[in-house]
Nanobody
Framework: QVQLVESGGGLVQAGGSLRLSCAAS????????MGWFRQAPGKEREFVSG???????YYADSVKGRFTISKDDAKKTVYLQMNSLKPEDTALYYC????????????????????WGQGTQVTVSS
């Protein structure tokens, strides 16, 4: 059973930056796609960014060009560098791991991610 622990959230002014980290323990990290999702109050959880087990990256249109996902297999950690933050980026950010290993197609659906962290709050003030 994998455990995911996010960190790095906080309060930042619009235009600022934050770097989120997600440390994993348990099953072999390098075999699984990882993703970042977010959920704002009163809204559904939405996909932000993902990195495949082969290190291919993909992003939601709303964050493309501003956010960068990366991972360190040796440290079992995935990162989300967030630049040019906007008030609409305010949400609880979750790290997640795909349920299947060595997948052949990426996914942005929460249903395809089996393990989830507790989340880290990101608040962007205007």
């Amino acid at each position: 059973q994998v455990q995911l622990v996010e960190s790095g959230g906080g309060l930042v002014q619009a235009g600022g930056s934050l770097r989120l980290s997600c440390a994993a323990s348990g099953r072999k990290f390098s075999r699984y796609d990882m993703g970042w999702f977010r959920q704002a109050p009163g809204k559904e959880r939405e996909f932000v960014s993902g990195v495949s087990w082969t290190s291919s990256t993909y992003y939601a249109d709303s964050v493309k060009g501003r956010f960068t996902i990366s991972k360190d297999d040796a440290k079992k950690t995935v990162y989300l560098q967030m630049n040019s933050l906007k008030p609409e980026d305010t949400a609880l950010y979750y790290c997640a791991q795909r349920g299947e290993s060595f997948t052949t197609a990426t996914s942005s659906s929460p249903a395809d991610f089996r393990s989830w962290g507790q989340g880290t709050q990101v608040t962007v003030s205007s």
